[in-house]
């Protein structure tokens, strides 16, 4: 779904990180020095069975260090906070969305950066002998899956936890054609927005992109919110449809997808289709900064009432963050996250797949966001990313389509944990 919730921290100290995470959901980190060479590239490129039987006795792993220095610590199904009660028919939806995106896969290709993680084969393998368990006998899936699989608690620091914020998709009122209600644009990608991948001038910056426009023989940035909003792309024919509300319009940029009640009441899906490549900055720490609300109160809602509140300030506090999300309208199931299949709410989680693969399945350890002393664990799929979502336990919860979908989001901000559920060596067919 690639919201622009990609907050650029992971820290536990910001409590605006679900807008952050919220405004840049697949937008890759960048460094300058690589910037510098891509662009250089660029101009030069421009120019030229019984299942039991199946499940053979296996012996815990040492700990695994991961990328940057995170870990991969073993341990027992009996150390999941809250495993025995797992409903893990509620989460099969969503594990064979991923299972048929694998199959179009290599299965000798690797499917994460760490060798037990394993191979794509590994877990078509896996996904397939899955399929095979009677729908409800929730018993025999259990025992599938501890004989098959083994439990990594995901280590990046001391302490072993990150963050954990949310996501929704939200509901705008628009029309196909602007008047005095509608009149926000919702733009599609421009022909000019170029994007460079630049893992592929190096294994060094893989999963890192930069974006922007050429201008003679110069890449340049691409138009910032403040100039796209002031009418620069006016004129082009990339609007797709029109809003009532800038500031609708510009949490819809903040989630990355949404649907649009049309007068006639009918739904118009939209989603994901680029972005500015512009760095995204958290209006709501910027609130912060300027004292306008305490840090304690940062959430979804109260920067939205701020806005709102603030109808002369809004534009200009909203220019601060210059990312800006292009999109497209989605038929059928979605929304639609980075590993191309409908996010399932409640089930479906932004990771920073640097650390986790999407696809695995991830045990999750966290709060509930409406009552922070209940505990919320429960057993989710890595489907999409997120600009914002950066570190070894940063995740980033969908919570589904609608306002009290928004209002579960909104507060989602707490510390978690992440298991990650990886193929035990030596039980799982690789063909």
Not at 48 to 66: H, I
Not at 349 to 377: M, S
């Amino acid at each position: 779904m690639t919201h622009d919730l990609q907050t650029q921290t992971g820290s536990l100290s910001l409590p605006a990180a679900p807008i952050d995470a919220l405004n840049n959901r697949r937008a890759p980190g960048r460094r300058l020095a690589a910037f510098s060479a891509a662009v250089s590239l660029l101009l030069l490129l421009t120019a030229c069975a019984e299942l039991a039987s199946q499940f053979p006795a296996t012996s815990t792993p040492a700990p695994r260090e991961g990328p940057e220095g995170s870990v991969l610590r073993p341990v027992t199904w009996q150390e999941l906070p809250g495993w025995n009660g797992v409903d893990i028919q509620s989460a099969l939806p969503a594990f064979f969305k991923s299972c048929d995106t694998l199959a179009k896969r290599k299965p000798d290709a690797a499917f994460g950066p760490k060798p037990e993680m394993g191979t794509v084969g590994d877990w078509t393998g896996l996904c397939d002998q899955m399929r095979r368990i009677p729908a409800g006998d929730r018993t025999k899936q259990k025992y599938f899956l501890e004989s098959r699989l083994q439990a990594y608690r995901v280590i990046g620091d001391d302490s072993g936890e990150g963050l954990i914020t949310g996501y929704y998709e939200p509901e705008l009122h628009g029309a196909w054609a602007p008047d005095h209600t509608y009149r926000v644009p919702i733009y599609s990608r421009p022909k000019d927005l170029l994007t460079v991948k630049l893992g592929d001038f190096g294994p060094e910056l893989k999963d890192q992109t930069i974006a922007g426009r050429l201008v003679g023989d110069k890449f340049l940035p691409y138009h910032n919110r403040a100039a796209i909003d002031g009418g620069i792309l006016a004129g082009r024919q990339l609007e797709i449809l029109w809003v009532t509300s800038p500031i609708d319009a510009f949490f819809l940029h903040v989630q990355g997808s949404g649907k649009i009640l049309l007068p006639d009441g009918a739904h118009v899906r939209v989603g994901y289709a680029g972005r500015n490549g512009r760095p995204y900055t958290a209006i709501g720490r910027e609130l912060v900064r300027r004292k306008a609300i305490a840090r304690e109160d940062v959430t979804l809602q109260s920067i939205r009432d701020w806005l709102k509140a603030n109808p002369l300030s809004a534009g200009e506090l909203m220019a601060t963050n210059e990312s800006y999300i292009f999109f497209r309208v989605v038929e059928g199931d979605g929304p639609i996250g980075a590993q191309g299949v409908p996010l399932t709410a409640g089930r479906s989680l932004a990771v920073d797949r640097r650390y986790v693969p999407l696809g695995a399945p991830v045990w999750l350890e966290t709060h509930d966001p409406i009552d922070p002393k209940r505990p919320l664990r429960r057993l989710v799929v890595a489907q999409d990313t997120g600009s914002a979502i950066k570190g070894p336990v940063r995740g980033d919860l969908f919570f589904g389509f609608g306002a009290e979908a928004g209002a579960k989001a909104g507060r989602m901000k707490h510390p978690g944990r992440y298991y990650l559920l990886l193929p035990r060596k030596n039980t799982v067919p690789s063909g």
